[in-house]
């Protein structure tokens, strides 16, 4: 089911970063749902090619790339953006949605993992982001959504690494977008809490054991603290950066959206 038309995102050309992950899975599947073309991007290239797969069975008139690659590696960025171009055209979309979770409580943070959670989470957002922005200057408009998170606006226990990662993309996201809009380039982040995806659910396992509770006790406590009583799931997420992609949202500059079912106001 789709709650948006194929004329929301017609023809328009989005690259989706960490497309193998759960809310990039599901964005790629709303943008095509929604007529636009896609170039997903990650490491898992068979996964990437379920995907594809995924995604033609949903509206075969859109065009869908594949380009597997390292976006911590300098040469694979600008061979992800020039062979977006070559293969579909002018770039109109971009969704940064690759990231990975760590950290724990300070005392325990290795520096190893602390450099992994910003490279990932926001080096190779940002630069990504930057070999992009040059091809949407050049074409006159855009629309960027970063995924960053609720633990970018407010910081939680334990979550030292992640969140500061997280609060850069929001950082980020509100500079950038300063910059952006005078080129006719949308610039805006979504912040979702508790994602029911792999790599939200290994947060929860994490925190539990942490605490000393199961996976599920831990997960029902977390639903308990969301005024909704239910987590996000990823087709939520990706339903909300569609619509930041869309000129539905056309006068949205810099905003971080919250998916949080009322756990945070603010």
């Known amino acids: 089911m789709s709650f948006f038309t194929k004329e929301t995102l017609n023809e328009e050309h989005v690259i989706v970063t960490g497309a193998t992950g759960g809310i990039g899975y599901e964005a790629a599947k709303e943008i095509v749902r929604a007529g636009g073309h896609v170039t997903i991007t990650g490491r898992n290239e068979e996964k ?8 033609a069975a949903l509206n075969g008139q859109s065009q869908i790339y594949i380009s597997a690659a390292d976006l911590n590696v300098e040469d694979e960025r600008k061979k992800v953006v020039r062979d977006a171009l070559q293969a579909i055209g002018p770039i109109t979309g971009l969704v940064n949605s690759a990231g ?21 989470n926001y080096f190779s957002t940002v630069l990504f982001t930057q070999e992009v922005y040059k091809e949407m200057k050049e074409y006159g408009r855009g629309a960027v959504v970063n995924l960053s998170s609720l633990s970018g606006l407010r910081g939680t226990h334990s979550n030292t690494a992640y969140s500061a990662s997280k609060f850069a ?67 939520e997420v990706a339903r909300s950066i569609v619509y930041l992609l869309s000129e539905a949202s056309i006068n949205i500059v810099g905003e971080s959206l919250k998916i949080s079912g009322g756990s945070v106001m603010r």
């Not at 990437?48 to 995604?55: G, Y």
């Not at 994602?195 to 509770?213: F, Y």
């Open 48 to 55: 990437l090619a379920e995907l594809r797969d995924e995604c």
């Open 169 to 235: 993309i929001t950082g980020f996201t509100q500079s950038f977008a300063l910059e952006a809009i005078e080129y006719g380039i949308r610039v805006n982040a979504v912040c979702p809490g508790y994602v029911d995806t792999a790599m939200g659910q290994e947060a929860i396992r994490s925190k539990g054991e942490r605490e000393g509770r199961t996976y599920e006790e831990q997960r029902k406590r977390a639903e308990e603290g969301i005024p909704s009583g239910k987590l996000t799931q990823p087709d």
């Open 100 to 120: 990975v979770i760590g950290g724990g409580p300070l005392e325990n943070i290795k520096e190893e993992e602390l450099r992994k959670v910003m490279e990932l």
